[in-house]
């Protein structure tokens, strides 16, 4: 009886190890994935003020929000 009660304990305890790992990788995988979007934000605001100061023509803003907005819907690499 005691030693099925220790093999019960260790399996659960592995499966929390297993648990705990699997958050972490997520919660470091949604991080990632911000913080990637939020560069793409910071790329857009850029190249707003870049048009609106008149650096950049009409054609070029919407080349490049397009090159962006590609940017953003592939999947991330890694």
């Not at 100061?53 to 999947?75: F, H, T, V, W």
Request: proline share 3%; charged share 30%.
């Amino acid at each position: 009886m005691a030693e099925t009660e220790g093999v019960r304990i260790s399996f659960f305890m592995i499966l929390l190890i297993v648990l705990i790992l699997v958050a972490a990788i997520s919660a470091v995988a949604i991080y990632a994935r911000q913080r990637s979007i939020g560069s793409l934000g910071t790329a857009e605001k850029k190249l707003d003020d870049r048009f609106a100061k008149g650096e950049i023509s009409a054609e070029e803003y919407r080349q490049r929000l397009q090159e962006l907005d590609s940017r953003r819907k592939r999947p991330p690499e890694g």
